[in-house]
């Protein structure tokens, strides 16, 4: 089986594995923290609109990594028409729509961009990550932050 987002050969994953993962965090965590960490990972609370709070730390945890992870500079970040400070702009959009279920209009406001550039790049990002194998580079980029982010949005409470 091939990865979509590197091209790479992926691991082959079965139920009987995903079974002994979950028996293995259900003991290390416990049932009740093990319930908590997956509706944290599907929950779509914070994309009602009803906890700013959470949706602005997970903004501002996409945006610190995305700028590690494409090594930049953060002065520079919001400013910059290098094409990886684009490519990164554009990760951080795609992630926080598809995270936060923000609406083009907030994620743009905080970007100082207008809804249809935002609605550009994500569009962009999910054509470019559809061809992964052509920019293997910027997937796997995009993979490593999207993996910190789910990491990060499942220890949210």
């Known amino acids: 089986m091939e990865n979509r987002a590197t091209g790479k050969p992926e691991k082959g994953y079965n139920y009987i594995q995903l079974q002994e993962n979950l028996e293995r965090v259900l003991s290390k965590i416990g049932l009740a923290n093990t319930v908590k ?7 779509d609370e914070c994309s009602k609109g009803g906890d700013i709070e959470r949706i602005n730390v997970i903004t501002e945890y996409i945006i610190a990594q995305v700028i590690r992870v494409f090594d930049l500079k953060p002065k520079k970040f919001y400013t910059c028409n290098v094409r990886e400070y684009r490519d ?14 923000g609406s083009y209009s907030k994620i743009g406001e905080r970007f100082n961009q207008h809804k249809r550039n935002v609605i550009y ?5 999910s054509e470019t990550l559809s061809v992964a194998r052509f920019h293997p580079v910027f997937a796997e980029r995009y993979k490593t932050v999207e993996y910190q982010t789910i990491t990060f949005i499942s220890k949210l409470e």
Do not use: G, I, P
């Open 37 to 43: 960490l997956l509706e944290n990972v599907v929950s």
């Open 88 to 101: 990164a702009r554009m990760v951080a959009y795609h992630l926080l729509r598809k995270y936060t279920a």
């Open 121 to 125: 790049f994500c569009n962009k990002c």
